[in-house]
């Protein structure tokens, strides 16, 4: 699967819109690209995936440049409870050799969230 | 609800002591898998299961055995623990379909082997 780049931490301040960027410039065409969540001692939580067009659901939005090489995860109202770690995560829905379950976690950006 | 349930959710125990950290989900899903993550590490896949019967080795197999004998359960084993395995695990399941979207992940167990 393809590299991920993301910042390592951001901040953010309770009630304001957070936007978390991920760079993928070697995304190939068949790489989902999906965002999971790890709260402090818990385990990681799907957030949001997409291909090719931007998608909201009811924790976030994502959008997706027209180049496809990187995407920005948008959490539109911040609360204390989105502090966590977010993992930009690409999939290659065609890699069917291997473990191919596999999720690739790298560092991931750390939120803060102010009150 | 759906979930993935571990247990325990803690453990502490010595070398060479056989242990089972138990995994159960309640979604009926096809795929599972362990992970383990280690500071400056990340996660790591340990083995993962496609169906009942059907597993195979992850990035870090060495030292564990995994069995998938009923669908909503798949057991990590370590048969003689030692203490680089001293971790945090977490198991994780989805529909076979949903490996194109989401995982569901178990709340952790940490284990310290002394």
């Known amino acids: 699967d393809a590299k991920t780049t993301q910042p390592n931490s951001m901040e953010s301040n309770e009630e304001e819109p957070v936007h978390l960027p991920c760079n993928h410039s070697?995304?190939?065409?068949?790489?989902?690209i999906h965002w999971y969540r790890q709260l402090p001692s818990q385990g990681p939580e799907y957030v949001i995936h997409?291909?090719?067009s931007n998608v909201n659901n009811r924790m976030a939005s994502l959008a997706i440049a027209e180049d496809r090489k990187s995407s920005t995860l948008i959490l539109h109202r911040a609360t204390l409870r989105d502090a966590a770690v977010y993992y930009c995560?690409?999939?290659?829905?065609?890699?069917?050799?291997?473990?191919?379950?596999?999720?690739?976690f790298g560092k991931g950006t750390k939120l803060s969230v102010k009150p | 609800e759906a979930q993935v349930t571990q247990n325990p959710r803690y453990l502490i125990t010595v070398t060479g002591k056989k242990l089972t950290v138990t995994c159960s989900q309640n979604?009926?899903?096809?795929?599972m898998s362990w992970y383990r993550q280690d500071p400056g590490l990340g996660l790591r896949q340990i083995y993962y299961?496609?169906?009942?019967?059907?597993?195979d080795k992850g990035d870090v197999p060495e030292g564990y055995k995994v069995s998938r004998k009923e669908k909503r359960n798949f057991p990590l084993i370590l048969e003689s623990p030692s203490p680089n395995q001293t971790s945090l695990y977490f198991c994780?399941?989805?529909?076979?379909?949903?490996?194109?979207?989401?995982?569901?992940f178990g709340p952790g167990t940490r284990l310290t082997v002394t």
């Open positions: 994780a399941s989805s529909l076979r379909e949903g490996l194109r979207g989401e995982q569901y």
């Open positions: 070697t995304i190939s065409g068949t790489d989902y």
């Open positions: 997409g291909l090719t």
């Open positions: 995560i690409l999939r290659d829905v065609l890699n069917y050799g291997g473990s191919q379950g596999n999720l690739i």
């Open positions: 979604m009926n899903h096809e795929y």
């Open positions: 299961s496609m169906n009942v019967e059907v597993t």
